[in-house]
């Protein structure tokens, strides 16, 4: 092992060891290692020849491959990642992030090349000191392609990939303080990457995703891959950009009124059905709407004591949309399109390996065949 690819193992390997919450001690014992030579690794010195065995061997204790514990990690520039608590596992949140984008990078410009038709999302606010959150999500609206102010978003991850040109992304991390970041590279372009930990509702996954659109349009020039601390108004600035963008005005008004008649209880659940929204973001509308009744939140909790027996915690979505609804299949709210798209392409023209497609789509090399087998089905 050379002096630089030891010194990368020991890099890696200590965020994972630290994000995995493992002692030196700890992780040498299950990886049938002494503490010396665990140590060793981990300062970047040479473990001998045979350096693969053992690394192996902590590779499967960590959980990860053993490509992840060799490669070196390229910095991300422009990152918007913050959380209202100290995350033990940022760096490797970051590391993960890092793959991915950059192998979207590679694979879009191998293919796309001057082509690209990246849309830079930011600058859809009004030009003001102050830009009003209501306005520019309507802007953005517009600006991808949303035909009026009425029309509700079937698929906001195909709007975002394919009417902005913008990466998105998930990782899955279990944690109730931190539900994405974004980026705005200047050279590569703009990603929003969502948690999707199973513990957090697919509705909070979709308007974390208008939450970050909302900090690339409205704070362009906030991003500091640094900075951790969240900021209140931002973050309340963030949260209005979402709940309009993804329940205009007009069209949460008009569906409203449609279920007038009908208890509290069932007309938040029907709206927040129709918007593929959380519970909680349609009081926070019906809130705003009645200049700032608190009564509102009370009602909806009796009505759901009163018809299902207990209270419900804010943690906990009535009628929550599935998993399938975020992961692209039925009914495809959040499938991924531009990234397995480039990678059919460049498997298709042999410009990449199929180890190579494995590798940027995060599946296994089996899998990876077993998808170009579905290829094979197409619509003339």
Known sequence: MSDQLANVVAENLRRL?????FTEEELAERAGL???????IEAGELPGDDFQAPLRAIASILDVRLKHMTEKIRPLKGVRFRATKHMHDRKQILAEVSRWFYNFCDIEQLIEGERSTSKKISGQSPPTDV????ESAMLTRNHLGLKDDREQISSIRKLLEI???IKVGEVKTPSRNFFGLSIADEDHGQAIIVNTWENISVERWIFTAAHELGHLVLHASDYDTDQTDEDRETERQADRFASYFLMPKDAFKEEWQLTSGRPLLDRVLTVKSLFNVSYQTVLYRLHEENGGDKN???RFQ???KRRYGKTLPRSFEPHPLPEEAFGGLYPNNFPSYRLPALVFEAVKDEKISINRAADILEISTSEMYDLT???AVDAN
């Open 17 to 21: 060891r630290e994000a995995k919450r």
């Open 34 to 40: 002494s503490p010396d030579d665990y140590r060793k």
């Open 131 to 134: 830009p009003d959150p209501i």
């Open 163 to 165: 009417g902005g040109s």
């Open 296 to 298: 509102i939140w009370g």
């Open 302 to 304: 009796f009505e759901f």
């Open 373 to 375: 087998q579905s290829w």
